[in-house]
């Protein structure tokens, strides 16, 4: 009988264990390869916003309005005499980002909602949100999610429109308010609002007609009409557009007594112009009870930014809140560090 050579229990042992450890050290490796590869592509996806708002300006020689809003005179969220559309800036890119049809489907169900001398619509509450505009608006538009995220995942709160305005009791300051649509658990049918990972930049908390408030405004305000001129701290040292991915957060759901983690994410049609009064976020999960929206990423320890000049580059979460107001207005004045 012919003995053929073998492993022994140990030298099997000893082969798996280093197997498992070589494992270990390459696991990380090509996480960190795959992370890379989807920050590429984020940024890809932001520099392709950013084209798409320049190609609108070459048409229009303005930037989108940031949002279609109430009247900047009326000093309350809502002017209960006119129904403004709430559309956000990147409905009117959608011509210049391949999405032609979604535009004119927009279009022909309602022309108002698009038009930015139109300040009421006659349509109702949030008219982009009703029947006719709805099922336009639930199209899934993949270049505006983040490869890191997972924007088309269930949801339970949608940011409808963002809205800063001169406080009518005090007029030294100004008020923020957003609009959310609340889904309760098992309605899956209404969890459909397409989504966006991208949101323009209000700068520290929009235009609201106060001077000490106004001084660091951003591209996209409530009907802004801005112009690369209007720029005048420089097109590199101004956002545009940024990463801004939801938030998950401890919250009491309606008609129940306990708290649950739930999750928000922007609608493409209403998410405008964010603002930076409330600074950044570093990942998605936020303390008890906060739903207020902040410039966010789940890309570990950076956020994506697009400048006015069309670039894209990075922020840190821990930046420098007078930086980071810097950063965001059009005509501050402030001078800025070299960024990474």
């Known amino acids: 009988m012919i003995?053929?050579?073998g492993m022994t229990l140990v030298e099997l042992l000893v082969v798996m264990a280093v197997i498992g450890v070589l494992i270990a050290l390459l696991l990380p490796a090509i996480q960190s390869a795959r992370e890379a590869g989807r920050q590429a592509q984020c940024k890809s996806n932001l520099r392709q916003v950013g084209l798409a708002a320049h190609a609108f300006h070459a048409l229009h020689n303005r930037f989108p309005p940031g949002y279609l809003g109430n009247n900047l005179l009326i000093k309350s969220s809502n002017d209960p005499t006119t129904d403004p559309s709430w559309a956000g800036a990147l409905a009117f890119l959608l011509p210049?980002?391949?999405?032609?049809?979604?535009?004119?489907a927009i279009q022909h169900a309602n022309p108002d909602i698009l038009n930015i001398n139109v300040v009421d619509t006659r349509a109702g509450w949030i008219p982009w949100a009703g029947y006719r505009i709805r099922p336009i608006t639930d199209n899934k538009i993949e270049s505006?999610?983040?490869?890191?995220?997972?924007?088309?995942?269930?949801?339970?709160?949608?940011?409808?429109f963002f809205n800063s305005f001169q406080n009518r009791l005090d007029d030294a300051s100004f008020e923020a308010a957003i609009d959310l649509r609340e889904f309760p658990l098992g309605t899956t049918d209404l969890r459909t609002y397409g989504r966006t990972d991208y949101?323009?930049?209000?700068?520290?908390?929009?235009?609201?007609?106060?001077?000490?408030?106004?001084?660091?405004?951003?591209?996209?305000?409530?009907?802004?009409k801005t112009r690369i001129a209007d720029i005048v701290d420089g097109?590199?040292?101004?956002?545009?557009?940024?990463?801004?991915?939801?938030?998950?957060?401890?919250?009491?759901?309606?008609?129940?007594?306990?708290?649950?983690?739930?999750?928000?994410?922007?609608?493409?049609?209403?998410?405008?112009?964010?603002?930076?009064?409330?600074?950044?976020?570093d990942g998605r999960y936020h303390p008890l009870h906060w739903i207020i929206p902040k410039f966010n990423s789940d890309h570990p320890g950076l956020i994506h930014f697009c400048y006015a000049d069309g670039s894209v580059r990075t922020i840190s979460p821990g930046i420098d809140e007078n930086t980071l107001y810097a950063l965001g207005g059009i005509h501050d004045g402030g001078e800025m560090p070299e960024l990474p």
């Open 144 to 160: 505006l999610i983040c490869p890191s995220s997972d924007s088309h995942r269930e949801a339970d709160l949608f940011y409808t």
């Open 199 to 224: 949101v323009g930049c209000a700068g520290r908390a929009g235009r609201v007609g106060l001077p000490h408030v106004d001084h660091y405004q951003g591209v996209f305000t409530n009907r802004s």
């Open 235 to 281: 097109t590199t040292n101004t956002f545009l557009f940024g990463e801004s991915v939801g938030l998950e957060t401890l919250y009491r759901v309606p008609g129940k007594r306990e708290m649950e983690i739930v999750r928000s994410v922007h609608t493409w049609m209403g998410s405008g112009a964010l603002w930076l009064k409330d600074g950044v976020l």
């Open 3 to 5: 003995k053929r050579p």
């Open 96 to 104: 210049h980002m391949e999405q032609q049809a979604i535009y004119d």
